[in-house]
């Protein structure tokens, strides 16, 4: 689990230096025309964007560390690959949808894609992991067998 949380804030802490507000994060910087906010709406949006960083951060500890996590609960070896990649895209994914969302503006054209890859990715992941986590296992886990059969 400290392998995992360390994961998860140094990749938040990398999605924050690479951001487009970030000091490495020129090549995606916000659109001229993006709006700028003050007061409780910036701080709200600021609030948010930690919240995107800190699951890029997991997205990436799910990456790194936790492929066996889904074997051990998937009833293939398939599923677990399903789940676990899953998992990472719907975590990992809304630090860049949010990046650029600020760098295209408010142009349809160009934002359309973007929707289409990010908010079609993700209904195509939650798909993909309830399919994973669907099928049997061979054998119980302690959490699903009987309370006599546990001791």
Do not use: C, K, Y
């Amino acid at each position: 689990m400290r392998r995992f949380l360390a994961v998860t804030i140094a990749g938040a802490v990398l999605a924050a230096l690479v951001g487009p507000r970030g000091p490495f994060g020129r090549f995606w910087a916000p659109a001229p025309e993006f709006p700028r906010v003050d007061g409780a709406l910036r701080a709200g949006f600021v609030a948010e964007n930690m919240l995107e960083n800190l699951a890029f951060g997991a997205g990436l500890a799910v990456l790194l560390l936790g492929r066996r996590w889904f074997v051990a609960r998937t009833a293939t070896a398939g599923g677990a690959t399903t789940a676990w990649l899953a998992t990472v895209w719907l975590l990992a994914s809304w630090m860049p949808h949010a990046a650029l969302h600020q760098h295209i503006g408010m142009r349809p054209a160009a934002l359309l894609p973007v929707e289409w890859i990010f908010h079609g990715g993700a209904i195509a992941a939650i798909g993909a992991l309830l399919w994973a986590l669907s099928g049997r296992r061979t054998a119980p886990d302690e959490t699903t067998a009987e309370p006599s059969a546990r001791r």
